[in-house]
């Protein structure tokens, strides 16, 4: 019987989105959550620490869209990018903006937040979903405000940021580019299934309100977002977000309500 793990960390956007790809597929898949302390050692076989890194039997691979392709050729059923040149095309330019664009906003926060309690009561929720699958000390956890300010992968991402913007008007502008691309629906592109930068995008968006992050789904408040939430939401199981069920704070119907 074919294994499946999925390693990484449940607060990474980039193992959330594979963890989507796997979901969609209705694959059965295992979700090996470890922390960074510890990624050096459980990741040593796969030859680095990046993650994440997904393991069907004996073969491995890392980076999330090269991922999803390797899922397709795998398993083509409900694809993830279209066989078709031209709309193979046009939905990994659609990609291209989620990972140029989409994905380094969502650490944007952490480059210009002050070390006020705000932050703080984020970071430590951030600490405890890391704990929730591989427990960290109670010293780490306390110290996450500091990690997250510091850490160099968040702190890589800023050239990829539009810093020019303050980041409240760098998220309408990104909540104004999704809205374009959804465009007439149903989904990004105007494909009638999801697809690779549907399941990118969707466990982000309502990550932070399952999460305990947030107290409301901010981009239900645009109904063609919220609508095409609805949408890919009948085409993944109620938690699509690698949190454990029992750290999950609002479900993903009543968010959606």
Known sequence: MTQIKLYGYCTSPYVRKVGAFLMYKGLDFEFVGISPLEAAQRLAKFGGTQVPVLEIDEEWKRDSTPIGLWLDELYPE????PEDEAGRNAVLELDR???DRFMPSIFRGALDAELNLDF???AWRLAALVSSHS??????????PNV????????????????????????????????????????LGGRDEPGIADLSIFPQVVFG????LEEKLS??????????????TEH??????LIPDAFVVTPLKEALA
Request: proline residues 11%; charged residues 25%; glycine residues 6%.
């Open 78 to 81: 409900k694809r993830l990018v």
């Open 97 to 99: 903006w989620v990972s």
């Open 120 to 122: 703080r009561r984020v």
């Open 135 to 144: 427990p960290m000390p109670e010293e780490i956890r306390h110290n996450w």
């Open 148 to 187: 997250l300010k510091t850490a160099e992968f968040i702190q890589s991402m800023r050239p990829q940021m539009n810093m020019e913007a303050d980041a409240m008007t760098n998220r309408m502008q990104l909540a104004g580019e999704l809205v374009e691309r959804i465009g007439s629906g149903p989904f």
């Open 209 to 212: 309100v399952m999460g305990g």
């Open 219 to 232: 981009a239900a408040a645009l109904p063609p977002v919220k609508a095409w939430l609805e949408r890919v």
């Open 236 to 241: 993944l199981p109620p938690n699509p977000t």
